[in-house]
């Protein structure tokens, strides 16, 4: 090492100083700078040759250098407060012949949103390394998980990088089987929560009346023991609140006041706790209408949709359509314990022409029973259920005008739709039109 140093000329070792770390300084035993590079002096705005000589405390705030040079135990990732923003350093102590006679140290990360951004690059990188060792009763999804190459899937993973590591609550609004139960894993595995657990709560399948015991727990009593809830469960993790729309307005209030102060209060109790929990909802209608119908919150809207992921529709990201087919299929057959599977072209070209009201999980029961439906090697149209093989009505010229054929082609995918779909909602949704545009025609044709 020495005959390597002394081969090196001095101006490049100069830079190897000034460029090996972005901030770097050196102290001597007493704790007083030897040598720091010009970056971190631009940062600290202070002159280097003044620096130079002057005890390390008085040059940088908050140090902690001098604590190395004492104990000898060197500091790695270490947290350090300095001008008003946290960042990460590493001190090392330097020692001859087994004494202590300095310490130097390097900033890595000049925030800690430095450190959040690679924490969840570096899952996400492990999760690829991983991805064929996950167990096929893993329960849990991750962003690889997510399939599609489609713009708006692509926007919608890489804002979930950015927003993973914070603790900031997130809403995720999308049709009923768009898969945004595997949005919201991905932001927790992709957090640093990742290691403490992901409560998932269904806020539509618990009765109102019991919902609120539910997430928040119940006080003891004479008569009953003390109930944790969900929420508690979900401590120092991510709590999942699916179809978050179903919450009774007293539940919302409750819930309001965990978000802003951190606060729960059980039922039957005046005592509050302290929970460190970032709430996740889901929603699979507007709730800026459950608003205009006094059935949500206003202020709890805006205080959990600055960060709003709107999953499309399958029918609007059908260029994905093949690769989440493959997935599925693949999967299906695995599952089924099936040696080989095709898929018929004619079959292909039923599923790619129908319009999925039921989105991804609605393609999933499908493929999966076409799976087990067949005996044979080839999928054929035949294992597919009647609604998915319905080939839309054609027009066909006749004598009548052009606005009479028009509004008997409107009558007839109007009874054809509300015959394959008796919910005015989900009719309504797969025409494209609203529910007061939907009445007025059905109004108009007496239907």
Not at 11 to 25: D, G, H, R, S
Request: charged content about 25%; aromatic content about 8%; some cysteine.
């Amino acid at each position: 090492m020495e005959r390597w140093t002394m081969n090196v000329p001095e101006y490049v070792l100069m830079q190897i100083l000034e460029n090996a770390f972005q901030w770097f300084v050196v102290v001597d035993q007493n704790a007083r700078i030897l040598y720091i590079n010009e970056n971190y002096c631009k940062f600290l705005e202070v002159d280097r040759e003044e620096a130079i000589g002057k005890p390390v405390d008085e040059v940088i705030e908050n140090t902690r250098m001098h604590e190395v040079v004492q104990s000898g135990e060197e500091h790695i990732a270490s947290p350090h407060f300095i001008k008003g923003t946290y960042m990460l350093a590493n001190r090392i102590p330097i020692k001859v012949d087994g004494t202590i006679v300095g310490a130097f140290g390097s900033v890595v990360f000049r925030d800690l949103h430095d450190w959040h951004h690679l924490s969840s690059n570096v899952k996400q990188t492990l999760e690829k390394i991983n991805i064929t060792s996950l167990s096929s009763e893993e329960t849990s999804y991750r962003i690889s998980d997510i399939k599609g190459s489609s713009q708006a899937i692509r926007s919608i993973k890489k804002t979930i990088q950015m927003i993973a590591p914070s603790d900031l609550p997130v809403l995720i609004q999308g049709e009923s089987g768009t898969g945004k139960e595997m949005f919201a894993h991905s932001i927790h595995h992709l957090s640093d929560r990742s290691d403490k657990p992901l409560i998932k709560v269904n806020c539509a399948a618990i009765p109102p009346d019991l919902l609120e015991v539910e997430l928040f727990g119940r006080g003891k009593t004479s008569t009953s023991p003390e109930v944790k809830g969900r929420i508690h469960m979900a401590d120092g993790g991510t709590l999942f609140l699916d179809d978050i729309g179903s919450l009774p307005l007293p539940v919302q209030v409750k819930l309001l006041r965990l978000l802003n102060t951190g606060e729960l209060q059980s039922s039957n109790s005046h005592q509050t706790d302290k929970v460190n929990v970032r709430v996740i909802g889901a929603a699979n209608q507007p709730l800026t209408d459950l608003i205009q119908s006094e059935h949500f919150r206003e202020d709890l809207f805006y205080r959990i949709q600055a960060i709003t992921l709107h999953v499309p529709p399958l029918r609007e990201r059908m260029e994905d359509f093949s690769e989440i087919t493959s997935y599925m299929f693949h999967q299906a057959i695995v599952k089924a314990g099936k040696r080989s599977l095709v898929l018929a072209k004619e079959t292909m070209d039923y599923l790619t022409s129908y319009h999925w009201p039921g989105n991804i999980r609605e393609l999933q029961s499908v493929i999966q029973a076409a799976v087990y439906l067949t005996s044979g090697n080839i999928i054929y149209p035949d294992a597919l259920p009647p609604q998915v093989k319905q080939r839309n009505a054609y027009y066909t010229p006749s004598s009548r005008t052009l606005a009479e054929s028009l509004e008997e082609l409107e009558e007839k995918i109007l009874k054809d739709t509300l015959q394959q779909f008796p919910n005015k909602k989900d009719a309504a949704i797969i025409l494209g039109l609203s529910k007061s545009t939907l009445y007025e025609k059905l109004k108009k044709y007496e239907l």
